[in-house]
C-alpha cells in the first residue's frame, strides 16, 4: 500500500473562523499612533483609508471572528490548500525528518494573497466603497486583490514597484486581464512619486514608496480605499485560515510539527501558517519552534531596530511599533520582491521580541538552490518568496540528519513561480547574486527615524 501523500478538508471541516492571536499574546502590541499627533490610533481614525469593518478588526480582541459566509463561499473556489507529504525532497536530502508543506500555490492568483484578497474586496463592498487603491511587490498581491475586486466590481489602481514591474510583467497582465490599472512606482501620478523620482531618479522603487503613493490617491476620494496586502493585524487575521487549515489536516496525517517555517516580507503568509501553532504553544503547553525566513538583503527582523516607524517612505501612514530598517531604507534589487519591505507586522514584532518566535536571514543564491532542488524533487517550481521557506526547512533537515534525529517540518509555499521564470532564468544562467548589508548601512538608515520609544 502507498503512502498517502496529499491531505485535504471535505467542506464541512473547513474552518468557518479567522484566529485573532492578540486574544492570546502575553503581552499585547503596543498601539499605533497617529501620524500627525503621535497619540494612540482609533479605529475611526482609519475609516478614511480603510472599511469600517477592518479597521475595527485592526483592533479587535477577541479569540476568533466570524469569516462571512460570502467570504466562505468564494473560499471554497479552491479551499481547502493541499497539505502535502514531500517525500522526494525527504530522499533527496537522506535526512530522517519528514517534511510537509501547506500549498497556497493553487489558488486563482497562485498564492496565499486571496485569501485576505477577498475578505478586504467584499467589507468594501458591504460599504458602497467603488474604488480601491493598493500596492504591490512583486506582484501576488496584486494580482491578489485584481482577481478579488472583480468579482465585487470594483474598480482597482495597483502602484507596482518599478523592479518588479520590469522583471515581471505577466503579474501585470493577469492584473490588466482581471480589470485593474497597474503603475510602475515610484510615479508621477502622485507627489509622493514625484518627490523620490526628484531625489532618486533612477528609483527601482520599493514597497514603503508604492505604500505611499496609494495611500495619498486615496485619501483625495471619499467613495476610494486603500487596501494593504501584509503588515497590518486584520491582514494576518484573514491569513490564519493556512494555519487553521493545516492543524486539522495534520490530524489527519497523524503527525505533529516540530518546527513551522515561512517566508517574511511583512508577515502575512508567516503569521497565516504559524500563528495557530503559536497558540497551541501558549494555551496547551505546546513547544513548536516557529520560524521566519526573511531574505539577507532585508534583514528587518534579524538585524533591524524594534521602533516606531512609518509602514510607508514618505510619511502617510501610522507609526507603527516593528522591527524595521527605517522607513527610508531602499532594498537590493532581489527577486523576491514580496520581501523587499523595511518593517516587520506589530503582532510579529512583538511576538519575536518576547521570544515566541525565530527568525533568520537567508541570500538569494541559497534560497533559488533551495527553489530548484524542490521543483525537481515536488515537481512544483516555487515563488522566489516562498524559496526562503524551502531553504530554511533543508537547513532544518539537514540537521535532523547529522543529528540523527527524527524531526516533523512544516513550511507554508506561499505561492508557484510559474510567473516568476525570468528569475530562474537569470540564477541559471550565473547573473544572480547575493545581497548583505554592512552594519553601517543599517545604521545610517535607522539613525533616520525619530526616537519615539
Not at 509555499?413 to 537569470?426: F, N
Request: with cysteine; hydrophobic share 40%; aromatic share 10%.
Amino acid at each position: 500500500m502507498k503512502p498517502i501523500k496529499k491531505f485535504m478538508l471535505t467542506e464541512q471541516e473547513m474552518p468557518i473562523q479567522w484566529y485573532n492571536i492578540v486574544a492570546d499574546m502575553p503581552n499585547k502590541p503596543l498601539p499605533p499612533l497617529h501620524p500627525g499627533t503621535k497619540q494612540p490610533l482609533k479605529p475611526e481614525d482609519l475609516y478614511p483609508l480603510f472599511a469600517q469593518e477592518l479597521a475595527k478588526q485592526e483592533f479587535a480582541t477577541e479569540r476568533y471572528i466570524e469569516i462571512p459566509d460570502e467570504v466562505q463561499d468564494l473560499y471554497k473556489i479552491w479551499r481547502s490548500t493541499p497539505l502535502v507529504r514531500a517525500y522526494a525532497l525527504e530522499k533527496a536530502l537522506d535526512t530522517p525528518a519528514k517534511i510537509y508543506f501547506k500549498n497556497e500555490g493553487t489558488s486563482p492568483a497562485g498564492s496565499h494573497k486571496p485569501n485576505t484578497a477577498i475578505a478586504q474586496a467584499y467589507y468594501n463592498y458591504k460599504q458602497g466603497i467603488k474604488r480601491i487603491t493598493t500596492e504591490t511587490g512583486g506582484g501576488q498581491w496584486g494580482t491578489a486583490l485584481s482577481f478579488a475586486c472583480q468579482h465585487f466590481g470594483l474598480d482597482l489602481k495597483v502602484f507596482m514597484v518599478k523592479v518588479s514591474y520590469n522583471q515581471k510583467p505577466y503579474r501585470k497582465l493577469m492584473m490588466n486581464t482581471w480589470g485593474s490599472d497597474v503603475i510602475p512606482s515610484p510615479s508621477n501620478l502622485t507627489e509622493a512619486g514625484r518627490k523620490i523620482l526628484r531625489e532618486y531618479p533612477d528609483s527601482a522603487g520599493s514597497l514603503g514608496i508604492a505604500i505611499s503613493e496609494a495611500v495619498e490617491l486615496a485619501a483625495q476620494d471619499p467613495l476610494t480605499n486603500y487596501s494593504l496586502g501584509s503588515v497590518l493585524n486584520h491582514v494576518l487575521l484573514h491569513q490564519t485560515i493556512i494555519g487553521e487549515e493545516a492543524l486539522l489536516q495534520m490530524e489527519k496525517a497523524g503527525d505533529e510539527p516540530d518546527i513551522v517555517i515561512g517566508c517574511f516580507g511583512g508577515g502575512s503568509n508567516f503569521a497565516g501558517i504559524s500563528f495557530p501553532f503559536i497558540r497551541r504553544n501558549l494555551k496547551e503547553g505546546k513547544h513548536t519552534r516557529v520560524i521566519a525566513v526573511e531574505p539577507q538583503s532585508c534583514p528587518k527582523l534579524t538585524r533591524g531596530q524594534f521602533q516606531y516607524d512609518f509602514g510607508d517612505t514618505v510619511g502617510l501612514t501610522p507609526l507603527l511599533p516593528m522591527y524595521t530598517l527605517g522607513h527610508d531604507f531602499q532594498p537590493a534589487s532581489i527577486h523576491a520582491g514580496g520581501l523587499r519591505y523595511h518593517g516587520a507586522g506589530v503582532i510579529v514584532s512583538q511576538l519575536l521580541k518576547d521570544k515566541l518566535m525565530e527568525a533568520v536571514a537567508i541570500p538569494q543564491l541559497e534560497t533559488f538552490e533551495a527553489g530548484i532542488l524542490f521543483a525537481k524533487t515536488e515537481g512544483i517550481i516555487p515563488a522566489p518568496e516562498s524559496t526562503h521557506a524551502i531553504a530554511q526547512a533543508i537547513r532544518e533537515a539537514k540537521i535532523a540528519k547529522a543529528e540523527g534525529k527524527a524531526k516533523t517540518i512544516l513550511f507554508n509555499l506561499s505561492g508557484h513561480g510559474m510567473i516568476d521564470l525570468y528569475a530562474y532564468e537569470q540564477y541559471l544562467g550565473g547573473n544572480l547574486q547575493n545581497f548583505e548589508l554592512s552594519d553601517q548601512e543599517i545604521a545610517q538608515s535607522l539613525d533616520k527615524l525619530e526616537k519615539i520609544m
